[in-house]
């Protein structure tokens, strides 16, 4: 039985946006580096502003020049404090590109956790699988992580898994801590446990995956903040609607941005600036780092939480 042509119009106008939609999230869209800009009340009542800068999936390859130039230029926002929330490399010999790219942050007083691809190569598996098995574990060779840390800590950068630290940033006293990656089940939050530092100006929780047993864990300790990555914002998402998948046990709603876990703590989830090297694309997604603006939480109370968001490229600092 012959096709109709109207059918016949269809699949190819179909077939045609298909492949106009996968260029454009393979190579416009997973290259468009944004700053987002955040502001959330969670420090103590008359604290000064501190300004976060929160970097996380870098998913570095030594290949990838623009991506760094756009990472060289982030020193220019001037944070006060840099959390790096992990899965920095993605290729063995890319230690020096993320060290390199990363450099001038580096003079920045810093904490960072790590994340699964910063311990494993990404290895091939089914595209599809992103989107249906959160659970799926498929390791590739070990990565010089090691090396990674060492580079981040020879430079002043503190080393948050399963540590617990408080820091002077900017004469703010914050109180910080993290677990290693919950992804990868090496979390381990009993080394950890127990109430933050009272006096502090901003008690801080650091994550690689958002995982609920984790955000459980620090709200229930009274962690004003947690910052976490991972879910690379959905990286496919669509419009109206937002995420597909979290990657992990994090409803969609927050995978990526600002918002509320509990009465007293606020998550801030980073939507990542790479891709996997076998997933190399994102759809209203675009690949960021956010400069986020902590302020001292109203007398009132943690209810008046507002959330300020501006999209901007690097080019537009004021």
Not at 5 to 27: C, E
Not at 136 to 157: K, M, S, V, Y
Not at 276 to 303: I, N, Q
Request: net charge positive.
């Amino acid at each position: 039985m012959a096709v109709p042509s109207a059918v016949k119009s269809s699949a190819l106008v179909a077939a045609g946006s298909a492949a106009l939609a996968l260029g454009y999230a393979t190579v416009i869209e997973r290259n468009a580096f944004v700053v987002r800009e955040v502001t959330m009340p969670v420090l103590s009542p008359g604290s000064t502003p501190l300004r976060v800068l929160h970097l996380s999936d870098i998913h570095m390859r030594p290949a990838q020049l623009h991506k760094q130039a756009w990472l060289r230029e982030l020193a220019r926002w001037e944070p006060d404090l840099v959390v790096n929330t992990g899965d920095n490399l993605s290729h063995p010999k890319a230690v020096p590109a993320v060290v390199q790219a990363v450099g001038d942050l580096l003079s920045v007083p810093g904490v960072f956790v790590f994340g699964s691809n910063d311990y494993f190569a990404p290895k091939f598996k089914n595209p599809a699988r992103y989107l249906y098995d959160s659970n799926g574990r498929i390791h590739g060779n070990a990565l010089p992580w090691q090396d990674l840390r060492a580079a981040f800590t020879e430079r002043g950068w503190l080393d948050l898994t399963h540590n617990r630290r408080d820091l002077e940033v900017a004469g703010l006293t914050i109180a910080a801590a993290g677990v290693d990656d919950p992804h990868l089940g090496r979390d381990r939050y009993e080394t950890i446990a127990g109430p933050p530092n009272p006096t502090a100006n901003l008690s801080l929780g650091v994550a690689h995956a958002p995982y609920t047993r984790v955000l459980d864990r620090f709200a229930a300790d009274g962690y004003q903040l947690v910052m976490a990555g991972h879910t690379h914002g959905g990286q496919l998402c669509l419009p109206f609607y937002g995420a597909l998948v979290t990657n992990c046990d994090l409803d969609r709603s927050r995978a990526k941005g600002a918002s509320r876990w509990g009465k007293d703590t606020s998550l801030h989830v980073s939507a990542g600036i790479g891709t996997g090297p076998f997933a190399p694309f994102r759809f209203c997604c675009r690949p960021e780092a956010t400069l986020l603006t902590l302020v001292g939480a109203p007398t009132g109370g943690h209810d008046e939480t507002r959330n300020v968001v501006r999209s901007s490229p690097t080019a537009s600092v004021r």
